[in-house]
């Protein structure tokens, strides 16, 4: 099916106080994000995947790892990255629910290793790529990191969050600074409301 670029869940200056600003979102949302599904719907149409969901395109074409496929996958891929991104941020939802507060602790020993792992992962994703927290096909909690546009869909994983660590992502508010950039997402942007939905 077409992908269609989602409206973001706030407005573009929404978030500017925290750390993301208008112009962010203006380059990010607006022109990144729109490519990938501009170049995506190009790519797909006359194809198999032209009626599939877009979790199906990117685990088929992940899994088909063949040359044709790879610029489906990657406009596919990043597409649902980003759509997950959007979602995963936003002005309320600062406090950590209980569940979520549990099962992180569990995990990682205390939300605070959690977010030393996760920052950890970010910053150590060498050039462009994603740091994530999921639940494994296992149940557990663990954080990962996928370079380029790969995504949790890719292993099996059930994505809880996402951070984009390409350099469009933070460089117009904090320059070559990616573990500033780390913090201020887990600190002021998550909406971890929206992530314990995902539990």
């Avoid at 599904?37 to 790519?43: C, E, I």
């Avoid at 936003?90 to 977010?115: D, M, R, W």
């Avoid at 904090?174 to 997402?185: E, Q, V």
């Amino acid at each position: 099916m077409a992908f269609t670029l989602p409206d973001l869940p706030y407005a573009h200056d929404a978030l500017a106080s925290l750390g993301m600003s208008k112009e962010t979102f203006e380059y990010h949302h607006d022109i990144h994000h729109k490519a990938y599904v501009d170049n995506g719907n190009k790519l797909i149409a006359g194809t198999e995947w032209e009626d599939k969901s877009v979790e199906d395109i990117v685990k088929g074409t992940y899994a088909a790892g063949a040359v044709a496929q790879n610029g489906i996958f990657n406009n596919a891929s990043q597409h649902w990255n980003h759509a997950l991104f959007w979602a995963v941020m936003g002005t309320g939802g600062k406090v950590i629910p209980s569940a979520l507060e549990k099962a992180l602790t569990a995990a990682f020993g205390s939300v605070q290793a959690f977010k030393d792992a996760f920052s950890a992962a970010g910053a150590g994703q060498f050039g462009s790529g994603w740091a994530w927290l999921v639940k494994d096909k296992d149940g557990n909690l663990k954080v990962t990191k996928t370079e380029n546009g790969v995504n949790p869909l890719c292993f099996g994983q059930t994505a809880l969050l996402g951070c984009d660590v390409w350099e469009h992502s933070y460089y117009i508010d904090f320059r070559n600074k990616r573990p500033a950039y780390l913090t201020n997402f887990l600190d002021k942007l998550v909406d971890w409301e929206a992530v314990a939905a995902k539990l």
